[in-house]
């Protein structure tokens, strides 16, 4: 591991950017985390820091206090290693083995082409600077590095809590730096599979259509802002054309991470007449991109008719029922806000996104990442997306179940927080809940006196190639953390 030579000067936030930097080396999407891990647990060794490192990845640090602070109560800070893989069409990258390019654009940091990282890694960058000595004076520090956040929050439901002696916890997983989020969403993943038959007959004219160029985005922070999904745009738009023009499905794939808002789609079909359908989509997408919010402008629908030479590659197309039934199946599934919140003004309470569309030869396989902070909402999610692929001939299979975390009216940490913001910056930030997932609501599950609020700089895009980090705002959100711990007791 790369050691550093620098002297850290105070709180300075340059020991949290070259850590972001060094964590940036290393390929660390989710289920790939073990050599984050083997850094993590490389750094703690040479500064002589106790360390765990379990099955599933995870590393807890833990930096005894100062001399001066053993009274003090132990604080445990906490964010995850793994990052959603997302790049553009057009970017070469390996999330395997790539490091990610990162780019300096004004006050802003951004990768070049793919996910930046800093959800979460800036956190892990915040922790590493606090364990390598960025403050003279503190109290026990427990910092928690968890794994598979993005698919599931498998980390967090595999760490051993006894290990834990802190109460008091700060997350580093949030991206508004002038909010201290207070509460959660829990939720759940559903895998549908709906079986279709193919035929070997004369497949006519085959055509590649392809959606590209939609804002996307995280689908919990950004379902409520109004931007289409690829995944049920396309079915809209296939089914649409199913009214004039005969179409049997080839192939429908779309989005890579199911708590991303799809980017993108592609369909395959097969047509009698290749240049009707093209004329009447390209008709049709000028129609729909009338509905699309700004963010979504640069969105782009293209239809190709494939040679002969393309078309020997393909499965052969679907029978008619097959086709009919999977559109309608993805055109109809509950899809985005579902239900605002009654006691919390502009709140969502309840939401879907179909993240991610497969086609394999025997059936169309979707991938739904269903949210709420109401548990009943998630057991009636169950049940109902079952009864769905019951009635399309398909299955449901749940899995990766993560609770909610509740507001809780008593937190010395939320009020040191607040008190070290306002008097650094003369303002105080808002107290909120968020339709994201976080590990916090699964860490109260697990130890229910634990105090807890989640904080983090401002960062835009997550979840897509579009996501780029404020750099002041990692500056302010950096110093308000160290005065809090500068004057926890």
């Not at 078309?311 to 039934?325: G, K, Q």
């Not at 605002?340 to 030869?361: A, C, D, F, H, I």
């Not at 449901?396 to 940490?413: F, I, K, L, T």
Request: glycine share 8%; net charge negative; charged share 20%.
């Amino acid at each position: 591991m790369k050691q550093s030579n620098r002297l850290l000067c105070g709180i300075s936030p340059e020991s949290v950017l070259y850590y972001f930097e060094e964590i940036s080396r290393i390929p660390r999407g989710s289920g790939n985390e073990a050599a984050v891990a083997e850094y993590l647990v490389a750094f703690a060794r040479e500064r002589d820091l106790y360390c765990y490192r379990d099955a599933a990845n995870n590393v807890l640090i833990r930096k005894a206090a100062t001399p001066d602070r053993t009274a003090a109560p132990a604080l445990l800070l906490q964010g995850h290693t793994d990052m959603v893989c997302e790049k553009n069409g057009a970017t070469a990258h390996d999330f395997l083995t790539d490091p990610i390019h990162l780019v300096k654009d004004g006050e802003w940091l951004r990768a070049e082409g793919t996910t930046l990282g800093g959800d979460d890694g800036i956190a892990v960058a915040m922790m590493l600077a606090l364990l390598d000595g960025a403050l003279a004076s503190h109290p026990t520090y427990e910092c928690l590095f968890t794994t598979e956040e993005e698919t599931g929050m498998g980390g967090a439901i595999a760490f051993d809590y006894s290990l834990l002696t802190a109460r008091h916890m700060i997350n580093l997983d949030s991206e508004e730096e002038d909010q201290i989020t207070v509460g959660c969403a829990g939720g759940l993943r559903t895998d549908l599979t709906l079986p279709v038959q193919r035929i070997a007959d004369e497949r006519g004219e085959t055509c590649r259509i392809s959606l590209t160029g939609l804002c996307g985005g995280h689908s919990g922070e950004n379902i409520n802002c109004g931007r289409a999904n690829a995944n049920n745009l396309m079915a809209r738009m296939l089914c649409a054309l199913q009214k004039d023009h005969e179409l049997r499905l080839i192939s429908i794939d779309g989005g890579s991470k199911d708590n991303a808002i799809p980017r993108e789609c592609e369909a395959i079909v097969c047509t009698r007449n290749a240049a009707a359908v093209a004329m009447a989509l390209m008709l049709l997408s000028d129609e729909i991109g009338g509905e699309l919010v700004e963010e979504d402008s640069g969105c782009t629908v293209r239809c190709e008719r494939l040679d002969t030479a393309a078309c020997a590659a393909l499965l052969p197309p679907m029978d008619t029922a097959s086709t009919h039934r999977v559109l309608a199946a993805l055109n109809t599934i509950p899809c985005g806000v579902l239900r605002m919140s009654m006691q919390v003004p502009g709140l969502v309470e309840y939401s879907r996104n179909v993240g991610v569309l497969k086609t394999e030869e025997t059936a169309v396989c979707l991938t739904a990442s269903s949210r709420s902070c109401r548990e009943s909402l998630l057991d009636h999610t169950e049940q109902s997306l079952a009864d769905f692929a019951l009635l399309c001939g398909g299955t449901a299979q749940h899995r990766n179940r993560y609770p909610g975390w509740e507001y809780a009216p008593d937190s010395a940490v939320r009020t040191a927080y607040l008190a070290a913001y306002t008097a650094l910056y003369g303002k105080t930030p808002r107290v909120a809940a968020i339709h994201a997932g976080l590990e916090c609501g699964y860490i109260r599950k697990q130890i229910p006196d634990m105090d807890i609020i989640s904080i983090g700089p401002d960062m835009q895009g997550i979840h897509s190639p579009d996501e780029r980090l404020h750099l002041p705002s990692v500056d302010r959100v950096w110093r308000a953390l160290c005065r809090v711990i500068d004057t926890w007791n």
